[in-house]
């Protein structure tokens, strides 16, 4: 089960790598972002862009840094049976994968338009069912 466990680790670290890139190497505004400004009659340009390139450039960093940090306590950590690395991993998903769900999930219940909830919400899940086979 350990091994099982530790590969879920590591494809939650990859789901966050690809959402980090998203938000890194990706356009400003997301597809969802302009399709919110755009039912309210907005555009991201001037400032808006700016502010909204910064913000996902920040978060996009600290997503790489929380999937690098899962991967390699997976690898030195998990691997190994020790169980204050499983929480760690846990808790590193926890603290990002619930307020990412639940935020996201309030802007598309408010503005009608599909947000990533779903991803945020899916990865958290395997986390804790990686967690849950670890122990086993």
């Known amino acids: 089960m350990l091994l099982i466990a530790a590969t879920l680790f590591y494809a939650v670290a990859i789901g966050i790598t690809v959402l980090a890139a998203k938000y890194g190497f990706g356009a400003v505004p997301a597809d969802y972002h302009r399709e919110i400004l755009g039912r309210a009659g907005q555009e991201a340009s001037g400032a808006m862009h700016l502010i909204l390139k910064a913000m996902y450039r ?43 769900t639940l935020i996201t999930h309030e802007v598309e219940k408010a503005s009608g338009v599909n947000t990533p909830w779903r991803a945020a919400a899916g990865l958290t899940a395997i986390a804790a069912l990686a967690f849950l086979l670890a122990l086993a």
Not at 77 to 95: E, P, S
């Open 58 to 100: 920040a978060t996009a960093s600290a997503l790489f840094a929380v999937a690098l940090a899962i991967a390699l306590i997976t690898f030195n950590g998990v691997q190994q049976d020790i169980l204050w690395t499983k929480l760690t991993v846990l808790a590193m998903v926890l603290v990002v994968g619930i307020p990412s």
